[in-house]
């Protein structure tokens, strides 16, 4: 599973998980973290600064870093009507703290109401502090624990204080802990060794799991509806890592976008019973509106015969020949154009 890469802005940026402050929710909350430990923090993390209407989070994307606020003070929208769904947070507290360690998208905009400076932490940076400074990665942990607890109580009274909101056939999530993504790659070893009686190296029949070198630096999203994973989608930067033969299979060295603004889609499976539903393309939209976040010009994927009309309908078009895959049998290199098809598929 990947883990975010040190330095990389997450500009729009993230979670609501957004102040509660129940009493009075329009008033600004006391800080997580006092002037010291943020100093104490700021070695290792990068500042990055928002000027007034900023976006620091939007709501429904998924984001790999959380921020600490020094400077200025953001408006969070819970996306409800009225004054108390819109909250001010202070110098001190986090922003997109629970999506960025759950893996859930966000569930409010977050925006500057005037100039913001903050700290920006991702996966990378929390390992070096809990290497060099495991007591202060604790206190981060244990406080940010409580502020996750009081945050998600608000945000469910306000959900039953408010009407109905539609029922969704499925959560989209990025996997932020080994649990999830184990049952992610059980999902594919359960779709292609049990179902498609596919032979993979990366099959372990002894687990019951299927994983290779992509997940070391992917991001894998999951489908869950009642708690379960009934689908899967991993997503790899081109800039970030090697994708190995990958590269020569897509003709992806001609484009000149790559590597700095192409990605990789692959790993796509939906459990059987639920391929006739929302969840295939909710998954793509996730994907889609990430590789977007992160400057994403091109997406490349491949598919067997029978889905090349269904990609084509999305916007992919061929970029290669058709090859023989290990897992799916024979299927065609894609390619998304996401400047042209992204905003619509991120929808």
Not at 94 to 111: H, K, R, Y
Not at 115 to 124: F, M, R, T, W, Y
Request: with cysteine; aromatic share 6%; charged share 25%.
């Amino acid at each position: 599973m990947h883990s975010g890469r040190h330095g990389q802005r997450g500009k729009d940026a993230g979670q609501n998980e957004g102040r509660e402050a129940r009493q009075n929710p329009a008033e600004m909350d006391g800080p997580l973290l006092g002037g010291e430990e943020l100093a104490l923090l700021m070695p290792w993390c990068r500042k990055v600064d928002f000027a007034p209407g900023g976006v620091l989070r939007q709501r429904g994307l998924h984001y790999r870093d959380m921020l600490l606020i020094l400077e200025g003070e953001v408006r969070v929208d819970l996306g409800k009507s009225g004054a108390a769904h819109q909250i001010m947070v202070g110098p001190g507290n986090p922003i997109g703290e629970i999506g960025f360690l759950q893996g859930l998208a966000a569930t409010a905009d977050v925006s500057a109401d005037i100039p913001v400076s903050a700290l920006e932490l991702d996966d990378h940076i929390l390992e070096e502090i809990g290497r060099e400074y495991p007591q202060l990665l604790t206190s981060l942990l244990r406080r940010l624990a409580s502020t996750a607890e009081d945050r998600t109580s608000y945000n469910l009274l306000l959900s039953e204080a408010g009407a109905a909101a539609p029922q969704q056939d499925c959560e989209i999530r990025l996997c932020r802990d080994e649990a999830l993504l184990t049952r992610a790659r059980q999902l594919r070893y359960e779709v292609y060794c049990r179902e498609l009686n596919r032979q993979s190296p990366g099959a372990d029949h002894e687990h019951g799991t299927w994983s290779d070198a992509l997940d070391d630096f992917g991001y894998v999203f999951v489908a869950l509806e009642g708690g379960e994973v009934i689908g899967t989608l991993r997503a790899n930067l081109s800039s970030e890592g090697d994708i190995g033969f990958l590269e020569t299979l897509y003709n992806m060295r001609g484009s000149a976008h790559h590597p700095d603004e192409t990605a990789i889609c692959t790993k796509f499976v939906i459990r059987r019973a639920n391929r006739v539903g929302l969840a295939a393309m909710k998954l793509v939209a996730a994907v889609v509106a990430f590789g977007l976040q992160h400057g994403v010009a091109e997406c490349y994927i491949d598919c067997i015969p029978s889905l090349k009309r269904y990609y084509q309908a999305m916007g992919f078009t061929p970029c290669g020949p058709e090859f023989l895959h290990r897992e799916n049998g024979p299927s065609y290199p894609m390619k998304l154009d996401m400047k042209r098809h992204g905003r619509t598929l991120s929808r």
